[in-house]
């Protein structure tokens, strides 16, 4: 699988779009976040594919992917930061 590179004008997070089974509408679907992006979260350890990935997210996508993964699973960076880090 070939991995998607970080998206610096848009967070990657997907998040639920509001809609269930008591609500009408077109149902339950995951959407994209609009947000601008602020950080870039890199996996600490390769996957099973042997690949370490990488995302943009912006600060409140942030806050639940912390709340969400465990302790120590990502390296968390500013964009700009790892921008010049890069280069």
Aim: hydrophobic share 35%; glycine share 10%.
């Amino acid at each position: 699988m070939e991995l998607i590179s970080p998206d610096l004008k848009r967070c990657q997070a997907e998040k639920p779009n509001g809609q269930s089974f008591m609500t009408f509408g077109g149902g339950h679907k995951m959407i994209r976040c609009t947000n601008k992006p602020l950080f870039i979260v890199t996996e600490k350890k390769p996957g099973e594919d042997g690949l370490k990935g990488s995302m943009t997210l912006c600060a409140d996508c942030l806050t639940v992917f912390l709340e969400q993964m465990p302790d120590g699973y990502a390296e968390v960076a500013l964009i700009d930061a790892a921008k010049k880090a890069r280069k």
